[in-house]
């Protein structure tokens, strides 16, 4: 087994562990490479199937590449799609600044979903690597039941034995993807050929190395216009891959308010 | 799943999982921070933020700040959680994972190091061994960790002394030694100047051992356990389609199709059809330990998940009843009688602490006997389940070996189990000829009973050798037999000398010693008779069976006195030489003695004499077997 076909089997591990235990489950779709990954680790998992929902919360916002990309692949996948939309920005916590206003929108259309919906468990595609808040993740998160995430006291979490019982009222993110990289990501799409956003790839010594909204998202100077060079780029690179999301640095501890919040 | 490693790339570099622990402020994270920086690992612009940070805080420019990227931390000055980050070497990528000191946040700790391949521990040059590095010390035992470096930082605050070294070295490998530990390295740093981290340090020229680097990239990946007995737990059973597909990940061995799979506990087999799989080139036919992978069976059985399947040839061990050594997290103690959820593999039972067998001083190391488990205690505990469970010995297959015992929604401990002095129950409820057909008897039990005056029953005596059994047993036969009774004893001794002369005092054989014993008094029971059995039997489950046997027809009767009277009184001589280490297994001793939970009668040997312990037993037997209305003694 090599490094990538170890985290491909932890990862399935853990989506059947979810799927086990949690009665009211959804997978999250930014329409982004990790979760285009973790649909394809579901279909691993269970035989072609995506057993449970698989939720775009739409700000509306997006760039009309991804909601092509969705669209297609929602068919293709034969994947049960939920389209959630966001609140507009003056609900939104007014103290946070201008982009992490925009973010949480999203944070508030995944509350209003998992009330409509009743679901207490929601899988999302975030990596250890990408920011260091998301580092102390655990695999199966609780979250209070207004979504809000205590990381100072966490439930312990090892031997692959994830806390899955819950009071009512509150609900589990469950992360699949928490042990993997970028690099990891991009070479397991090269080695499955998992389809991916045209905007990943440079156009005229630009590319999305992150994708988000299309106002708060900026591309990166890059020549890469395929999976070898992206690959190539990153293993010299020592620029962070969320650089071009505004909302994560406006202020020192914008992003952490987000995922206390409930933020992805 | 398959692996076509062909269309990798050749870049993909080894990885190795480490875990950094010791006492708080041993500087755990001020080495990551340099770590980072001496490898060249940082992301560009990370080192000027923090600086930066700092100097719109007005604080000094601390390492650690790199590892604290939350903002409460870098107020309160601890790592709260247990964070992951990559550097590199020349070798391979590490991941580190900064495990908490702090006391309170040993869940965090253990959360972090329970999946490193390798451990880094810290200790205060200046300081010395604290509790804390102790009990890290410790938990990386009962965590599996096998490779461990111990860093004596802050060696220039005592001046780059080689004795305050070799001191701290000799202190903490006596104490690992005592834990059954060997670090594989001690190294004199400074993570603050970058001494011995990555560059070898000019100012202690006296160390002519490895650096950090050079010790980290020694250590070895964990190899998945291929080569050992197979195991794969079921984690569920899919049916999307025509096929039912059971899951689970190989935890160790291998498997392929054709094999004969052997399911414990339910004790059924079938044969691999098909190994399932989706996008794969072609069609699989082996897997091996680490694989998450789904099977068909030729036979269309009915499983759940928490089965385990092994090959016939090694199964797991299927017992009730275990030891745990177990680190507890819970913010109650835990205690006696205490039930929680055990989780082992894939198989959630519920289990009651049935004792706690000793607990260990994170200080000294000292066991004692304790009535609970404090947080953050580690001890070894007695386990018990309704159901059998299947498992393994901790350290033959850890995988299986392990488990973690939950308190309404979270994880409260941790634990390996340990066998010994615990029989494998598996073989007690499989070995049974199929090819048995029952007769009806014409004599009915309402007829012998009759005729007798008295029913037929057993007397099941229970208790630590030198307890009384033997002496009351014939007492109380002889009492009976003079009132009338048909009574007849079946002693441990006598027993041992025909029925059962080919078994000996291993805890299988005295299993089935008892299970022998059991069957045999049920038919003195049956043929009308009052059997006295007068055995040891230390396992309740062994009793449970006796129980069934005589089809709910035995009254349990506990001969009670503590080890400490039994061994004063040791009347065979048996107590000293087992002390002498003459008899391996003794009970009490070397072997464990389960006491009933709920005995028809329980007769205390301290307090009573023999007389009034036969005339207790007497009087029992009166009121529960006489058929007539007025004591016998007065009527012959």
Known sequence: MDHLDQLESQSVYILREAFNRIDKLAMLWSLGKDSNVMIWLARKAFFGHVPFPVMHIDTGRKFPEMYAFRDRYAAEWGLKLLLEECPPVEEVDPTLPPAARSAARKTLGLKNAIAKHGFTGIIAGIRRDEESVRAKERVFSPRGDTGQWDFRDQPPEFWDQFNTDLPPGTHLRVHPLLHWTELDIWRYVQRERIPVVDLYFAKNGKRYRSLGDKDITFPIDSDATTLEAIIMELEVTRAPERAGRAMDRETEDAFERLRAAGYM | ?636
């Open chain 2, 1 to 636: 799943m398959s692996s076509r490693t062909a269309a990798i790339t050749d870049s993909i570099r080894e990885q190795l999982r480490i875990v950094i622990v010791g006492h708080v402020d041993h500087g755990k994270s001020t080495l990551v921070g340099r770590l980072f920086h001496d490898t060249g690992s940082l992301p560009d612009g990370k080192l000027e933020a923090i600086k930066a940070m700092c100097e719109r805080r007005g604080m000094p420019f601390e390492w650690a700040f790199l590892m604290d990227a939350f903002q409460s931390e870098r107020d309160q000055g601890i790592t709260i959680d247990t964070a992951q980050i990559w550097f590199k070497t020349r070798k391979r990528d590490y991941v580190i994972i900064d495990a908490p000191g702090h006391r309170e946040f040993i869940k965090n700790m253990i959360t972090g190091a329970a999946s490193a391949e390798a451990a880094v521990l810290l200790i205060d040059a200046a300081h010395g061994v604290q509790q804390q590095s102790r009990l890290h010390g410790f938990l990386l035992h009962l965590l599996g960790i096998r490779q461990l470096a111990v860093l004596v930082n802050k060696m220039d605050t005592v001046d780059f002394s080689a004795a305050r070294f070799t001191a701290i070295r000799r202190e903490f490998t006596d104490y690992l030694q005592g834990i059954g530990v060997t670090a594989n390295y001690f190294i004199p740093i400074s993570a603050r100047g970058g001494d011995n981290i990555v560059e070898r340090s000019p100012a202690m020229a006296w160390y002519e051992g490895p650096t950090v680097i050079e010790a980290l990239d020694s250590f070895q990946p964990t190899r998945r356990p291929t080569d050992l007995p197979l195991r794969l737990p079921i984690q569920d059973v899919y049916k999307f389609d025509e096929r039912r597909i059971l899951v689970g990940r190989i935890e160790s061995g291998r498997l392929m199709v054709g094999d004969k799979l052997l399911f414990s506990p339910s004790n059924k087999t079938a044969r691999v059809a098909t190994i399932e799989s989706w996008n794969a080139t072609g069609p699989v036919i082996e897997a091996h330990a680490g694989q998450s992978i789904g099977i068909t069976l030729d036979e269309q059985l009915f499983l759940e998940r928490g089965e385990i399947a092994s090959l016939e040839t090694d199964p797991p061990i299927e017992t009730n009843v275990f030891r745990g050594r177990l680190f507890w997290l819970g913010r109650e103690p835990l205690q006696v009688g205490n039930a929680y959820q055990l989780r082992l593999a894939t198989r959630e039972v519920r289990v009651t602490v049935q004792a706690i067998e000793r607990v260990f001083d994170a200080d000294d190391l000292s066991a004692k006997p304790a009535v609970e488990v404090p947080r953050h205690g580690v001890a070894e505990v007695i386990l018990r389940s309704l159901p059998l469970l299947a498992l393994d010995e901790g350290r033959h297959i850890a995988r299986t070996g392990r488990f973690v015992l939950s308190d309404g929604t979270n994880i409260v401990a941790g634990g390996i189990v340990d066998m010994e002095g615990y029989p494998d129950q598996r073989e007690l409820v499989t070995k049974r000829s199929r090819n048995i057909y029952k007769v009806e008897h014409r004599v009915s039990a309402q007829a012998r009973a009759e005729r007798n005056g008295h029913r037929g029953g057993v007397l099941w005596f229970t208790g630590l050798s030198g307890a009384g059994k033997s002496t009351l047993a014939m007492a109380v036969e002889q009492e009976l037999f003079r009132k009338g009774y048909h009574v007849y004893v079946l002693d441990g001794d006598n027993v041992r000398y025909g029925l059962n002369a080919n078994l000996g005092f291993s805890p299988d054989d005295r299993s089935e010693n008892i299970r022998r014993v059991g069957e045999v008094a049920a038919l003195f029971a049956d043929a009308g008779m009052i059997v006295v059995t007068a055995f040891i039997s230390p396992y309740r489950a062994d009793r449970q069976r006796a129980r069934e046997a005589a089809k709910g027809n035995l009254h349990e009767i506990y001969v009670e006195a503590d080890i400490e009277t039994c061994e004063q009184r040791d009347p065979k001589g048996l107590y000293k030489k087992a002390r002498l280490g003459e008899i391996p297994e003794f009970t009490g001793i070397s072997a464990p003695y389960e006491p009933p939970e709920s005995p028809e009668l329980v007769v205390d040997t301290r307090v009573l004499s023999v007389e009034e312990s036969v005339a207790k037993i007497v009087d029992y037997v009166e009121k529960n077997f006489s058929l007539l209305k007025v004591n016998r003694g007065e009527t012959h």
